[in-house]
């Protein structure tokens, strides 16, 4: 059963990233010339942070609790293992897919 400082953790995440979903989109301006504006990254990399340390805190907080934190902790190091590794693969993807998709995909590729 989670504690009350996993529950407060859980909606504050949720919170982070119903309030970019919401909040990014209003920094949009038709006639900007920028795509990328410092106030738009500035708030979606403060909730990012916001969410990730809600997200340790409750991991912390969740391993304190646990009855038996050997197997526990080599539950979550799997875990950890198998995100970095679908994380990793994702992005390879993408960049291939861009790479072969793009105007000049050698360029793209190769670098040249």
């Not at 919170?15 to 970019?20: E, G, H, R, T, V």
């Not at 920094?27 to 916001?50: G, T």
């Not at 809600?54 to 190091?77: N, Q, V, Y």
């Amino acid at each position: 059963m989670p504690s009350t400082l996993q529950v407060w953790c859980e909606a504050l995440m949720e919170a982070c990233w119903l309030a970019a979903a919401v909040t990014i989109p209003l920094f949009f301006d038709i006639s900007s010339v920028q795509v990328f504006e410092p106030d738009k990254m500035f708030v979606l990399k403060f909730l990012a942070v916001l969410a990730g340390a809600a997200r340790l805190l409750k991991w912390i907080d969740a391993r304190r609790s646990k009855l038996e934190p050997a197997l526990e902790a080599a539950l979550e190091g799997r875990r950890l293992k198998l995100a970095l590794v679908v994380a990793v693969l994702a992005l390879a993807a993408s960049y291939t897919v861009s790479s072969i998709f793009s105007i000049m995909p050698a360029q793209s590729w190769w670098g040249l």
